[in-house]
């Protein structure tokens, strides 16, 4: 193999174009095989084999400095940068993060996991060097789908007024995660239809130096173009057209589900999975549903369809009564309130992570005008994820805005309950914390009246503790409860915005020591309301939740060890609680 004499960028550098195009399918054939195994980013990987070698092959990394947006197209990078062990050892499959991460390499300047940020960040980067008097190059490479982010436009616009080296790979397959939307991508397909020769250019509007690759997915061409623009002294935009998932036909022929996929997803003799009803399902058939009885109803999505079950189907089911606003959660939420604003009835769906880029929106445009729009948080709880996807953070972001309401179902009818109290009532913004466990159904409807805001189910009454099991950890409660080995009250919150001051209160004639569970960062969470009310009495309150940390691919139990979240250390605090208080 080629990719043996391969330890550094430097190696590159001396082999042949034929040899490149040799190495080209040895990098394919191991990032099919190893995301096959693992799961992750296939396609996106896929696509951008040819450039990173052409940019390795043409530029000093790092001297030259490589800034990727969203990073889940680094693996061939990773490969050619002394991290190929990763890929060709199955024992080492998860030694290294699925994005750029500065700890692991020299060549990775960011630990990058969010889209839209790498023009920004280049920006600084050209900045920094010019200041100290540096030379090297700053490459940027976004794709296309990345630049409806808002952050992205932010930093062209800087980028391109810059009187120094910048250069801009923009990898156009004609794709975000699911198709692109939006008038930007009518410009590049006519510069993809015109070989880059359109007058209307949007990046030289912008002040970019521009070129135009067709064939991106050929080394030759690929190099001959970054020659020709390294060390510029002005702002470069180099425009190369891509194929997603190039050289796995599957892939290619199917974009969208090969974005990213499941471990096992190409292998021949996987058993098929049959219909399971989850609470994605769930939200999939409510909104068909409600599309359909009611042409007010809207489900909006930021790029991201497939985590919600917005497959095609779906989108051509709903046809108008959806909006792919592409990845700019900002402008959706701006969005949803207008819309709610003016008598529709937005339901925007959106993942915990991605939630911390509207915190403005929400504020601003959402919560000051007190929208009456529904959003939908996704995959909210502690997990084992990267760094860069971690979904602790949404408790305290969401619930700390004025006017909102969050709500915390426990199982499907009482999601069921909120998602009509939300669609029919017009005094709030309403965000719902889809439940991130397997779904539980009562069988029971839920009656609820969720006008009346705040107020807590009491499931089981009892004395002396009392457990307030919030949304994903109310069966964590109920374990507790059991382990504790004593009649505990069990508490069922529901809201996250707010607290049932009389509730609270009637607790203190028969309670000594109150429990709260969140799914969630505690700083700023659900827990510190209730230990506010408490702090002037002889109440003993023990929140339980995530500390504030980023933590990295840490599984999820030893998490659960850490934060004390498993229902033997919980009762052995409290006991230890209640025989000091005896004392």
Not at 294 to 312: C, E, L, R, S, W
Not at 397 to 418: C, F, Q, R
Not at 424 to 441: F, G, K, M, T, Y
Not at 470 to 484: D, I, M, P, S, Y
Request: include cysteine.
């Amino acid at each position: 193999m080629i990719l043996d004499r391969l330890n550094t960028p430097d190696d590159l550098k001396k082999l042949s174009f034929e040899e490149m195009n040799t190495l080209a399918g040895e990098i394919r054939e191991l990032i099919i095989k190893k995301v096959n195994t693992t799961g992750g980013h296939m396609g996106p990987n896929l696509g951008i084999v040819e450039a990173t070698i052409a940019m390795h092959y043409v530029f000093n990394s790092p001297v030259d400095k490589f800034v990727f947006d969203v990073s889940h197209q680094c693996y061939p990078h990773k490969i050619l940068t002394g991290r190929k062990e990763g890929f060709t050892n199955s024992d080492k499959y998860h030694v290294y993060t699925g994005y750029t991460a500065p700890e692991e390499s020299e060549h990775d300047l960011f630990k990058i996991g969010h889209t839209s940020t790498s023009v920004s960040l280049a920006c600084g980067v050209a900045k920094a060097r010019d200041l100290k008097g540096e030379k090297g190059n700053v490459l940027a490479l976004i794709g296309d789908g990345s630049l409806s982010g808002g952050e992205a436009l932010e930093g062209l616009n800087n980028a391109g007024s810059m009187d120094s080296n910048i250069i801009i790979v923009v990898n156009d397959n004609d794709m975000s995660i699911a198709e692109n939307h939006g008038g930007l991508y009518d410009n590049l397909k006519l510069l993809r239809e015109t070989d880059g020769k359109a007058e209307c250019n949007f990046f030289k509007s912008l002040g970019f130096d521009y070129c135009y690759v067709n064939e991106g997915n050929c080394v030759e061409k690929l190099v001959e173009t970054f020659e020709k623009v390294k060390d510029a002294s002005h702002p470069v935009v180099v425009h190369i057209r891509t194929v997603k998932g190039c050289g796995l036909d599957v892939a290619e022929q199917n974009k969208e589900a090969f974005h990213w996929i499941l471990p096992g997803t190409l292998d021949e003799n996987k058993e098929p999975v049959g219909f399971v009803e989850d609470y994605t399902s769930l939200t999939r058939q409510y909104i068909l549903d409600k599309t359909k009885e009611d042409k007010t109803v809207i489900a909006v999505n930021a790029g991201t369809p497939g985590v919600f079950g917005f497959d095609k189907e779906f989108r051509n089911t709903v046809g108008k009564q959806y909006t792919d606003v592409g990845i700019a959660e900002e402008h959706a939420v701006a969005y949803c309130s207008a819309l709610a604003t003016c008598g529709a009835k937005p339901v925007f769906a959106v993942m915990s992570s991605f939630i911390q880029r509207t915190y403005d929106q929400m504020s601003q445009d959402l919560c000051l005008n007190n929208s009456p729009a529904t959003m939908l948080v996704y995959w909210g709880g502690i997990s084992g994820a990267d760094a860069t996807h971690l979904c602790t953070f949404d408790i305290p972001l969401v619930s700390n805005i004025p006017n909102m309401v969050y709500l915390a179902p426990t199982n499907k009818e009482e999601y069921l309950a909120m998602l009509d109290w939300s669609l029919a009532q017009n005094e709030h913004p309403v965000a719902i914390r889809v439940p991130n466990v397997p779904l539980v159904s009562t069988g029971i409807e839920d009656d609820t009246d969720y006008s009346i805001l705040n107020k807590f189910k009491v499931v089981e009454n009892g004395e002396k503790v009392a457990i307030l099991a919030l949304g994903n950890f109310f069966e964590l409660g109920r374990q507790v409860k059991k382990e504790l080995g004593i009649n505990a009250t069990l508490i069922n919150p529901c809201f996250m915005t707010g607290i049932d001051e009389e509730l609270l209160e009637n607790l203190k004639a028969n309670h000594d020591v109150v429990i709260t569970l969140e799914d969630g960062e505690l700083d700023g969470g659900f827990g510190e309301k209730i230990s506010r009310f408490y702090a002037n009495s002889d109440m003993k309150v023990l929140n339980y939740g995530a500390k504030k940390e980023f933590t990295d691919r840490v599984p999820l139990d030893e998490l659960y060890r850490r934060y004390r979240l498993t229902k033997e250390q919980i009762a052995e605090d409290v006991m230890k609680l209640k025989q000091t208080a005896t004392v």
